[in-house]
């Protein structure tokens, strides 16, 4: 049993950084819901319950808190999914949290106001140079590689 806490804690402590916001949704068709994807883009899987994902919209705040035994693959992705009854201004800041409370990831000020299928996400995958330029608004590709003009 401690042999399998403490590979938790390795697993969770050595590759959290590799974690990233790689897509979102803000403003999804009528009858669907916000939704964030993460990226792990290690070569290690990463623990990621007791994370939670923000997205703060003014004075709207909505948060997803991942579950207990939430586990992102290694060049893996995850999805977030926020709440059909969700009602801001499809826009907003998205934070990735850890469980320590520590803002891993953050986004730019994004607006997807059309309520379809578009998003806004990083390509190539995880690419993160903490620039605004890193974000691009395209056609979803929810828990699957991003892509621009049909290349992968």
């Excluded at 803002?103 to 578009?118: C, G, K, Q, W, Y």
Aim: net charge negative.
């Amino acid at each position: 049993m401690r042999a399998v806490i403490i590979m938790i804690a390795l697993l969770s402590c050595c590759s959290a950084a590799d974690v990233l916001l790689n897509e979102v949704e803000l403003g999804p068709p009528a009858g669907s819901s916000d939704w964030v994807e993460l990226y792990n883009s290690g070569n290690e899987s990463v623990v990621i319950g007791g994370w939670c994902v923000r997205i703060l919209d003014g004075s709207w705040i909505g948060e997803i808190c991942l579950p207990d035994n939430a586990l992102i693959e290694p060049h893996g992705f995850y999805v977030a999914l926020g709440r059909k009854e969700w009602m801001h201004n499809n826009s907003g800041v998205v934070q990735l949290i850890d469980d320590a409370g520590n803002i891993v990831d953050e986004s730019p000020f994004r607006t997807d106001a059309l309520a379809n299928d578009m998003t806004w996400g990083r390509y190539p995958d995880g690419h993160d140079r903490d620039t605004a330029g890193d974000w691009g608004y395209m056609m979803g590709t929810m828990g699957s590689p991003n892509m621009i003009s049909g290349k992968a």
